[in-house]
């Protein structure tokens, strides 16, 4: 399994974080230009990468202000899953996301610069809207 994370601090309680990144409808604010074809409800969100893939996303599970998994469904070009993890500390939510992807080594040459780009792009989407 490759791992691609990211962790940004915001200035906001975790519950408002925590109830925001728990409605799918919302991740879209989150997504880079190059995603098309957006459908979601509060559990599942589907879409295409441009170029790339299609992909449908349901919560697997969710931690009351603690965690989101988030895991793919059908069959993607690879096995992926998607985690937030949200701690209340002093003054601030320390918010880290996980991408977990099973990728053989040509998968890994390359999907490993975009999966982290993701990565980076929805955390600084997410301090972005709660600045």
């Known amino acids: 399994m490759t791992v691609f994370e990211s962790v940004v601090h915001v200035e906001r309680p ?6 925001f990144l728990s409605d799918m409808n919302n991740h879209q604010q989150l997504m880079p230009p190059h ?23 349901v919560v697997d599970h969710r931690i009351e202000n603690t965690e989101i ?8 070009p690879f096995k992926v899953n998607f985690k937030w993890l949200l701690a209340q500390e002093a003054g601030y939510t320390s918010v880290q996301y996980t991408i977990t992807a099973e990728l053989n080594m ?3 040459m390359f999907a490993s610069g975009p999966l982290q780009k993701l990565a980076d792009h929805e955390t ?8």
Not at 14 to 19: H, R, S
Not at 35 to 57: G, K, Y
């Open 14 to 19: 975790v519950a408002e974080l925590f109830a």
């Open 35 to 57: 995603i098309q074809n957006w459908r979601s409800t509060a559990d599942e969100i589907s879409f295409s990468i441009q170029n790339m893939a299609n992909l449908r996303l």
């Open 69 to 76: 998994s988030i895991t793919t469904v059908d069959q993607p």
């Open 106 to 108: 040509m998968m890994k």
């Open 124 to 131: 600084t989407a997410l301090a972005a809207l709660f600045s």
